[in-house]
T-cell receptor, first 112, second 113 residues
Framework: ETGVTQTPRHLVMGMTNKKSLKCEQH?????MYWYKQSAKKPLELMFV???????ENNSVPSRFSPECPNSSHLFLHLHTLQPEDSALYLC???????????FGPGTRLTVT | AQSVTQLDSHVSVSEGTPVLLRCNYS??????LFWYVQHPNKGLQLLLK??????LVKGINGFEAEFKKSETSFHLTTPTAHMSDAAEYFC???????????FGTGTRLTIIP
């Protein structure tokens, strides 16, 4: 967990709310990622940013909107979520895409 | 295309005994391979990595893995299980021709006191 921080650690939101998840890396890396981890399902890659440009979007619904203002910060903006979006959202960073990734502790999201 | 298969979804061993977590991979190129560990309610932590150097890779917490190209395997082992090793373990492959990591479905390791 050292080097990549995520806030908040827990979030409960209604289906009509708008909230944002924040990720910050202190490792000097150039690539950042959002993953979704649901119970009994494989880890799902959502978005990849390299040098602040989005290089991958794995068919994620538009109710999830990423933002990467600089190489150290990554946001995931959430609006009109569904209960099935409840999951652990993990942020990661790496020196370059395909290098080993370093993960934050995750945000546990519950949509009611 | 790259893929990774973790052969056991759940492994249980007694404290103090050896652990073997199995992983097979498929890759069109010479891959990089990783093992990550995830303790409950935590993020993933890198245990070790193989990047085409020595085939026997030593990681943290007494774990090691051996890259066997002929068997397309990258199994994770430790000679002595500790209670603190109870966690979920993920095998990961990175194919230089496909700029992303592919994660296995995970193996849950339970340590019996």
């Amino acid at each position: 967990e050292t080097g990549v921080t995520q806030t908040p650690r827990h979030l409960v939101m209604g289906m009509t709310n708008k909230k944002s998840l924040k990720c910050e890396q202190h490792l000097g890396h150039n690539a950042m990622y959002w993953y979704k981890q649901s119970a009994k399902k494989p880890l799902e890659l959502m978005f990849v940013y390299s040098l602040e440009e989005r290089v991958e979007n794995n068919s994620v619904p538009s109710r999830f909107s990423p933002e990467c203002p600089n190489s150290s910060h990554l946001f995931l903006h959430l609006h009109t979520l569904q209960p099935e979006d409840s999951a652990l959202y993990l942020c990661a960073s790496s020196q370059r895409v395909t290098y080993e990734q370093y993960f934050g502790p995750g945000t546990r999201l519950t949509v009611t | 295309a790259q893929s990774v298969t973790q052969l056991d979804s759940h492994v249980s061993v007694s404290e103090g005994t050896p652990v073997l977590l199995r992983c097979n991979y498929s890759s069109s190129y010479s891959p990089s391979l990783f093992w990550y560990v995830q303790h409950p309610n935590k993020g993933l932590q890198l245990l070790l990595k193989y990047t085409s150097a020595a085939t026997l890779v030593k990681g943290i917490n007494g774990f090691e893995a051996e890259f066997k190209k002929s068997e397309t395997s990258f199994h994770l082992t430790t000679p002595t299980a500790h209670m603190s090793d109870a966690a979920e373990y993920f095998c990961v492959v990175s194919d230089p021709g496909n700029e992303k990591l592919t994660f296995g479905t995970g193996t849950r390791l339970t340590i019996i006191p």
